[in-house]
């Protein structure tokens, strides 16, 4: 029987007693729910071929290829596999492939025009020791900034690229490196809680438009000393054949990148965006007179 608790005192729910194969629409829906509500869920106990993962996360909005293509599956674009290929051929530990994710709190693809609304992890294998995915809650964020800060960003877009202030792209290809900035607002209402968070990634945001650059770059830092609330916080810590997902537009997260690097931590991810807006009809078939 399907069972939902809560893990953490503001964020993250555990769903067990289900086979995510054999979902529909129903039966999926309190999952969808729960991810709304605690915004990062574990859905426990999983045995999934990579279309049966495909097909479920389809269930949650679009599935989109990442950009870093050489970390996708060379069958399935969609698909891109964290952990494999470690090392270099001179034996020497990958830091870009081990420590993906680890380098900061983040949230995921604030670079693009449509940033990912949620991005889904299956673990196929479990380091021993180490390699949890910390979250935590931009609703409890937003909720904490002081009033000045609330009312500088209220209306303000900030500007976003892959590498942001540091530049660092080692999982792009050439060709994709040096985009240029997305731009969204600092203040983001959820469109489905309707509930407002803090729209921030200290690694990957450029500046805050409309103000100086020394200010913009001070508000940046006070913003990533705030963006943590006590409480607001959850560490995920994988059993193989967990499926976690997290939505991107209330919640940052961040690998723990702390695990034996000899052993494997292996998932598989997909990156997940609001499904496109129907198209309109044309003039002419919408009837009328
Ligand atoms: O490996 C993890 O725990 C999370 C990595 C990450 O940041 C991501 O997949 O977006
Ligand atoms: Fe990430």
Same mark, same amino acid.
């Given at each position: @029987?399907?069972?939902?608790?809560?893990?953490?005192?503001?964020?993250?729910?555990?769903?067990? $007693?289900?086979?995510? %194969?054999?979902?529909?629409?129903?039966?999926?829906?309190?999952?969808?729910?729960?991810?709304?509500?605690?915004?990062?869920?574990?859905?426990?106990?999983?045995?999934?071929?990579?279309?049966?993962? #495909?097909?479920?996360?389809?269930?949650? +909005?679009?599935?989109?290829?990442?950009?870093?293509?050489?970390? %996708?599956?060379?069958?399935?674009?969609? /698909?891109?596999? #964290?952990?494999?290929?470690?090392?270099?051929?001179?034996?020497?530990?990958?830091?870009?492939?081990? !420590?993906? +994710?680890?380098?900061?709190?983040?949230?995921?693809?604030?670079?693009?025009?449509?940033?990912?609304?949620?991005?889904?992890?299956? =673990?196929? =294998?479990?380091?021993? =020791?180490?390699?949890?995915?910390?979250?935590?809650?931009?609703?409890?964020?937003? &909720?904490?900034?002081? =009033? %000045?800060?609330?009312? /500088?960003?209220?209306? %303000?877009?900030?500007?976003?690229?892959? &590498?942001?202030?540091?530049?660092?792209?080692?999982? *792009?290809?050439?060709?994709?490196?040096?985009?240029?900035?997305?731009?969204?607002?600092?203040?983001?209402?959820? $469109?489905?809680?309707?509930?407002?968070?803090?729209?921030?990634?200290?690694?990957?945001?450029?500046?805050?438009?409309?103000?100086?650059?020394?200010?913009?770059?001070?508000?940046?830092?006070?913003?990533?000393?705030? @963006?943590?609330?006590?409480?607001?916080?959850?560490?995920?810590?994988?059993?193989?054949?967990?499926?976690?997902?997290?939505?991107?537009?209330? *919640?940052?997260?961040?690998?723990?990148?702390?695990?034996?690097?000899?052993?494997? !931590?292996?998932?598989? !991810?997909?990156?997940?965006?609001?499904?496109?807006?129907?198209?309109?009809?044309?003039?002419?078939? !919408? +009837?009328?007179?």
């Amino acid at each position: @029987m399907l069972q939902i608790r809560r893990m953490g005192p503001c964020i993250g729910g555990e769903v067990s $007693g289900v086979d995510v %194969r054999e979902l529909d629409g129903d039966s999926f829906a309190p999952i969808y729910r729960a991810w709304l509500t605690f915004g990062v869920i574990v859905v426990r106990g999983q045995k999934l071929k990579i279309t049966d993962f #495909l097909r479920y996360s389809r269930r949650f +909005g679009l599935v989109v290829a990442h950009p870093s293509k050489s970390t %996708r599956h060379p069958d399935y674009p969609e /698909l891109t596999i #964290l952990g494999v290929n470690k090392f270099n051929p001179d034996g020497s530990l990958n830091d870009a492939v081990y !420590r993906r +994710g680890a380098e900061g709190w983040h949230t995921d693809g604030a670079y693009d025009e449509v940033p990912f609304k949620a991005t889904q992890l299956y =673990a196929l =294998a479990v380091p021993g =020791a180490g390699g949890n995915t910390h979250f935590s809650s931009m609703y409890a964020a937003y &909720g904490a900034l002081p =009033a %000045r800060l609330k009312q /500088l960003l209220a209306g %303000r877009n900030g500007a976003f690229t892959y &590498g942001g202030r540091t530049g660092a792209q080692a999982l *792009l290809n050439v060709e994709d490196r040096d985009r240029p900035p997305a731009l969204h607002p600092m203040i983001r209402v959820h $469109g489905e809680t309707a509930r407002k968070s803090l729209y921030f990634d200290p690694g990957k945001i450029l500046y805050i438009e409309g103000l100086a650059r020394q200010q913009s770059d001070e508000v940046i830092e006070e913003l990533t000393e705030k @963006m943590l609330q006590p409480d607001a916080a959850c560490s995920h810590e994988w059993q193989r054949g967990d499926i976690v997902i997290w939505d991107n537009r209330c *919640l940052v997260h961040k690998a723990a990148g702390d695990y034996p690097p000899d052993e494997d !931590r292996i998932h598989w !991810r997909v990156s997940i965006k609001e499904p496109l807006a129907k198209s309109r009809a044309p003039e002419s078939a !919408r +009837g009328g007179n």
